[in-house]
């Protein structure tokens, strides 16, 4: 199992920034997938997930109304829009796969797998 992500960079407080993730080494459509992130000296935490077809979708408060996980299971890519871009969305994002196949959605970090580099986001004030 492995997951990639990219797309992250550079933005002023506002902007938007489209992340992606491609998956690879298992069945892509076979597990809910879930972005996260860690700031420097903090916990890694759940951003958002996605249910195994994309019918179900659960956001972490710190960014419910401004970014949005959708994916596209013929590419085996999750993509997660970040709109208003605030300062303290600041971290490295990772994708990863939930672990127990089949099951809707989890939201517990340690439940998922794969993680890969991730992507630095950086967002000036």
């Known amino acids: 199992v492995q997951l990639q992500a990219c797309g992250g960079g550079l933005v002023q407080a506002g902007g938007s920034l489209r992340l992606s993730c491609l998956a690879s080494?298992?069945?892509?459509?076979?597990?809910?997938t879930g972005w996260f992130r860690q700031a420097p000296g903090q916990e890694r935490e759940l951003v958002a997930v996605?249910?195994?077809?994309?019918?179900?979708?659960y956001y972490g408060d710190s960014v419910k109304g401004r970014f949005t996980i959708s994916r596209d299971n013929a590419k085996s890519t999750v993509y997660l829009q970040m709109n208003s871009l605030k300062p303290e969305d600041t971290a490295v994002y990772y994708c990863?796969?939930?672990?127990?196949?089949?099951?809707?959605?989890?939201?517990?970090?340690?439940?998922?797998?794969?993680w890969g580099q991730g992507t630095q986001v950086t967002v000036s004030s």
């Open positions: 080494g298992y069945t892509f459509s076979s597990s809910a």
């Open positions: 990863a796969a939930d672990s127990y196949i089949g099951r809707t959605i989890s939201t517990t970090v340690s439940d998922y797998s794969g």
């Open positions: 996605v249910s195994r077809r994309g019918g179900t979708t």
